[in-house]
């Protein structure tokens, strides 16, 4: 179940968020003498790592192959947030250890959330890999790499509170040359009582401003025309030019001393400003810390697209509370309500929703189900919760909720979801939306898909447009997943 949500999500939204995605590495040969292959799992955060992965072993003789039968050097980078998501990475270990028994030269490293997760477990205990290697580590990876090719243990997990790869120009893996993604910050401070992310990506910490407007502004002179900038938590990015560091920034705060600070509102003016031409969207808003100022920024900006992704979790407070989520129902209806009066009823919301969290009952559950009602969120992504080692619930909390009755509270959410979808996207009939486009539509090459400003997948016969145009389209059918329409002259 879970699984065919999260392909839809791939097909249709170009997900920002945790699904268990795998995407490879392309072809490309500039006549280096060794061969990458590198897939990736999880979060958009970690596919923006992989690029910056390929980037590094780029400058250290390494051309990326899209066959890793011909791979000298194959990389897993990967997601730990679902136990189905390092179950699926397991897999296919077990693929290519299979292979490797015929090519004993070829490399094999994890790196991400679950090298970081399970360290040496992987190479120690499970004998899979050849190198572990950590989100923090690979300006470490050339020398991993010699040092597995001697057969000596290659494992690099230091989690840093500095690292954030902000010189590091990435390599555009699986691009449609129109959009990108740029990591603003890494790490997340917040104790989700559910997540790991904490504990495999480290401490937050926010990249110099300056690198990321630099980042979108050569993005757009190579012709792309949006950008998403990432962070676990992108309200909470801060930066000062005095001294980048956070506790020292939160010290001044306190003590009310006056300190230049780059917050998120002015970061997303900023990048807006490189051109009104280029899409600026940003993922993921955390409902705690999504302020008005940065509601006001995306109003006065035509090209700050009005979508935001505010993960609910639960609709239910004494839930969200156990989940340590340090908001409640009533605060995350009012951020929805900032939205409506700033944004208006035009601003598409998405959120994430944990189906049978700990000691949830039947009631708390419904909760969920009547936020939605209320927020009518145009897209969701749902899981049921799976516990995960080392957490807070995991230490905290019985997962007393048996699988058959997350598995139903799921698909009653999905379900909801569904029907919501719909509605909200009947209202898009008979308007004119303006959409990016960002290349061929799945289903047919003679169609044309690209997005309007809530994120919402447009398809329209492709007349004489081309990739990376805006069109005006009056959109005149739909399902609960995409609009189509006919481009306007
Ligand atoms: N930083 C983002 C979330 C990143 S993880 C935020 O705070 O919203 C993406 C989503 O995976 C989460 O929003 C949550 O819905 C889901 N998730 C995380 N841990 C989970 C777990 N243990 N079981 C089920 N779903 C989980
Ligand atoms: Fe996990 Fe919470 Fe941080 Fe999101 S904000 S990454 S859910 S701990
Ligand atoms: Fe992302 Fe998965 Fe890690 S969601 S941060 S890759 S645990």
């Known amino acids: 179940m879970e699984n065919l949500i999260n392909d839809i999500d791939i097909l249709d939204r170009n997900s920002t968020e945790a699904t268990e995605t795998v995407k490879t590495s392309k072809e490309e040969n500039t006549g280096k003498t060794k061969k990458l292959y590198i897939e990736s799992y999880g979060c958009q955060m970690n596919f923006a790592d992989s690029e910056i992965v390929t980037a590094i072993m780029k400058e250290n003789g390494y051309d990326t192959t899209s066959e890793f039968e011909s791979a000298d050097v194959v990389f897993l980078n990967t997601c730990s947030i679902r136990e189905k998501a390092e179950q699926t990475v397991r897999n296919r270990l077990n693929h290519f250890n299979a292979i490797k028994k015929n090519k004993p030269d ?4 994890v790196l991400g959330c679950m090298a970081e997760r399970l360290k040496e477990q992987l190479l120690e205990e499970e004998k899979m890999v050849d190198m572990v290697v950590g989100p923090d580590a690979y300006r470490d990876l050339p020398k991993l790499v010699e040092t597995a090719e001697d057969g000596l243990k290659a494992v690099n997990t230091f989690l840093s509170r500095e690292e ?3 010189d590091i120009s990435p390599v555009r893996l699986n691009s449609n040359g129109v959009s990108a993604f740029i990591s603003i910050m890494r790490g997340c401070d917040n104790m989700c009582s559910f997540c790991v992310v904490p ?3 480290g401490r937050e910490r926010s990249r110099d401003p300056h690198s990321v407007v630099a980042e979108a502004q050569d993005l757009f002179n190579k012709g792309y025309r949006e950008v998403t900038l990432l962070g676990q938590n992108v309200d ?3 930066w000062s030019d005095e001294e980048n560091n956070k506790a020292w920034l939160e010290k001044k705060e306190k003590k009310g001393e006056e300190v230049a600070v780059v917050n998120f509102a002015h970061l997303l003016e900023m990048v807006a400003k490189v051109s009104p031409e280029l899409r600026v969207r940003f993922s993921t808003s955390h409902p705690k810390d999504i302020t008005d100022e940065v509601l006001h920024t995306m109003k006065r900006y035509e090209n700050i697209c009005k979508y935001i992704h505010l993960p609910a979790q639960s609709g239910n407070s004494r839930v969200l509370d156990l989940m340590n989520r340090t908001y409640s129902r009533e605060w995350y209806i009012n951020r929805v309500d900032a939205i409506r009066d700033i944004l208006g009823e035009e601003c598409g919301i998405s959120s994430d929703m944990i189906a049978g ?4 009952t039947e009631e708390e559950h ?6 939605m009602d209320y927020v009518k969120y145009d897209f969701s992504y749902m899981f049921f919760y799976s516990e995960r080692p080392g957490t807070l619930a995991a230490k905290k909390y ?3 909720i048996p699988l058959e009755t997350k ?3 799921l698909q009653e959410i999905i379900d909801k979801q569904q029907e919501i979808s719909l509605e909200r996207n009947k209202l898009d009939l008979g308007k004119v939306h303006k959409v990016l486009i960002e290349g061929t539509s799945k289903r047919s090459d003679e169609q044309f898909q690209g997005r309007n400003t809530a994120n919402k997948v447009v398809i329209f016969p492709r007349q004489h447009f081309k990739k990376g145009d805006y069109v005006n389209v009056l959109v005149n059918d739909c399902t609960a997943a995409t609009l189509f329409g006919e481009a306007q002259a």
């Open 106 to 109: 070829m490399t094999i490293g």
């Open 164 to 166: 954030t790869y902000a």
């Open 199 to 201: 504990f495999t990506r």
């Open 236 to 238: 909470s990015y801060k």
């Open 357 to 360: 969290f700990c000691t949830e």
């Open 366 to 371: 419904k909760d969920t189900i009547t936020l």
């Open 398 to 400: 019985e997962d007393d």
């Open 407 to 409: 598995k139903k509270r």
